[in-house]
C-alpha cells in the first residue's frame, strides 16, 4: 500500500486514490477504466505506468468434481519455465455458503526436494514476490468465492517467509480471512517455527513428518537431514502454547515405505498426549515423462491399508485424519503441471 500510495502522488494523484484502486482490485476490476471514481487523467497514466496484475492464466485444468486447477505466468519472466500452479477446491456441497478452498504456492519449484514430490525435482528457480501470492487469491476469486486457503502449493513457505507473511497478512486484512481460515504447510525449522508463533501469525500450522524414524526423515525430506524429529515436536509444543492452536502433521503414505504397523506404532507413540492431529495423505503419482529429472519409484497404497495405518494411529492415541485429494485426475499431484510444461518447452 506505501509502495502504491508513492507512486500514485508520482502520478499526481492523491494518496486516496491509491487507496481507491486498491479496494476495486480487490473486489473484482481487472482495468483502471473501470474504477470511474478515479480522474480519466489519473486512469490513463495508471494504465500506461503501472500493471494492474502481472500474473496471467497460461492453463486451466477442470476436474469433474468442480476443483480447478490453474497455471499462472507472470509478465516478462519465462514461459514453462518460470509459473506456479493455483488451485481452486470449490465447497462438497455447492451451494454451501462456506467457499472454496484456493491452495496456493509460494516458490518457483523448491529446493527441499523430497523425492515423492514434483515441486521439487528440478530444484528452486526463485522466490514468488508477496505481489504474485495475492495475485494467486484475486485468481482464484475469478472462479469463485473463497473461504479457506491452504499454503500447499509450490514451494516451501518458510523459505520465502518474509513475502509469504507480506501476502497473507494483506489477505486476513483484507480479504477477510481468518487466522483459523488459513493453514500453512512446512517441513518443520524449530527455531523459525518458534519465533514465527510469537508474532501472532495470521495462520494455523502444519507440519510435513513423513516418518517418525529419524534416518528415514533425512531421506524423504532431504533438507531436514540432520534435524531431529523430536526436535521438530518440540516446536510444535511451543507453537501450541505461544498460539493456542493446535499443529496438524502431515504423513504422506508412500505404499511399503512409510505405511508399516511400526510406523503406525511409532507415529502415535511420538505424539501421545500432544495438542496435535495427523493428516494422512495416500500419495498421488506422478507420471513419469522422459526428460523428468528423476522418476521416483513409489505406490498409492490400497485403501484399505490407509484405513488399517490410521487404525493404528488412532490405537495409540492421536486423532487422525486422511486426505483423498480431489479433482486431481491429471496431472494430480502437486507441481506436476508445471514440471510437465518445462520439460515440454525444453522439447521445443
Ligand atoms: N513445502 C511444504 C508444502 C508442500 S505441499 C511442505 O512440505 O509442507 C503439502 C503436502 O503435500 C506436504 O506434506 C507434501 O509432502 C505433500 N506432497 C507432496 N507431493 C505429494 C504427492 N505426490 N502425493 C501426496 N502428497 C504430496
Redesign the pocket.
Known amino acids: 500500500m506505501d509502495e502504491l500510495t508513492e507512486r500514485v502522488t508520482e502520478l499526481d494523484g492523491k494518496p486516496f486514490h491509491a487507496r481507491v484502486a486498491r479496494e476495486a482490485l480487490l473486489k473484482g476490476a481487472r482495468t483502471y477504466e473501470e474504477m470511474t471514481s478515479l480522474p480519466a487523467d489519473l486512469r490513463a497514466a495508471l494504465t500506461s505506468e503501472i500493471p494492474l496484475l502481472s500474473s496471467e492464466v497460461r492453463h486451466s485444468t477442470r476436474a469433474s468434481d468442480g476443483a480447478t486447477k490453474l497455471l499462472l505466468g507472470f509478465a516478462e519472466r519465462d514461459e514453462g519455465s518460470d509459473e506456479v500452479e493455483t488451485v481452486h477446491i470449490p465447497p462438497h456441497n455447492p451451494k454451501s455458503p462456506k467457499g472454496a478452498t484456493l491452495c496456493v504456492s509460494t516458490q518457483v519449484g523448491?529446493p527441499?526436494a523430497?523425492p515423492?514430490?514434483?515441486?521439487g525435482l528440478a530444484g528452486l528457480i526463485r522466490n514468488l514476490e508477496a505481489h504474485e501470492i495475492i495475485e494467486q487469491f484475486l485468481r482464484g476469486i475469478e472462479l469463485g468465492p473463497i473461504g479457506r486457503a491452504v499454503v500447499?502449493g509450490i514451494?516451501?513457505?518458510l523459505l520465502n517467509y518474509t513475502n509469504v507473511r507480506a501476502a497473507l497478512d494483506v489477505v486476513n486484512a483484507e480479504l477477510g480471512l481468518g487466522a483459523r481460515k488459513v493453514t500453512l504447510?512446512?517441513?518443520g525449522f524449530p527455531d523459525r517455527v518458534r519465533e514465527i508463533a510469537t508474532t501472532k501469525p495470521p495462520f494455523q500450522l502444519?507440519v510435513?513428518l513423513?516418518t517418525p524414524f529419524d534416518a528415514e526423515r533425512g531421506v524423504l525430506v532431504p533438507a531436514m537431514r540432520g534435524v531431529p524429529i523430536d526436535d521438530i515436536l518440540a516446536a510444535g509444543d511451543d507453537w501450541y502454547r505461544a498460539t493456542h492452536r493446535e499443529v496438524t502433521y502431515?504423513y504422506?503414505l508412500l505404499g511399503g515405505h512409510n505405511d508399516s504397523p511400526e510406523h503406525a506404532r511409532e507415529l502415535g507413540r511420538r505424539l501421545r498426549g500432544r495438542r496435535a492431529t495427523v493428516n494422512l495423505?495416500p500419495?498421488?503419482p506422478?507420471t513419469p515423462m522422459e526428460g523428468d529429472p528423476e522418476v521416483p519409484r513409489y505406490r498409492r497404497p490400497a485403501p484399505d491399508d490407509v484405513a488399517g495405518f490410521q487404525a493404528d494411529v488412532q490405537d495409540a492415541g492421536t486423532v487422525t485424519t486422511i486426505r483423498w485429494s480431489r479433482g486431481l485426475e491429471s496431472d494430480a499431484?502437486?507441481g506436476q503441471l508445471r514440471l510437465r510444461r518445462a520439460a515440454s518447452k525444453r522439447a521445443d
Open positions: 523448491c527441499v523430497c515423492f514430490c514434483a515441486s500447499m514451494g516451501e513457505p504447510s512446512t517441513v502444519a510435513s513423513h502431515e504422506v495423505i500419495w498421488n506422478l499431484a502437486c
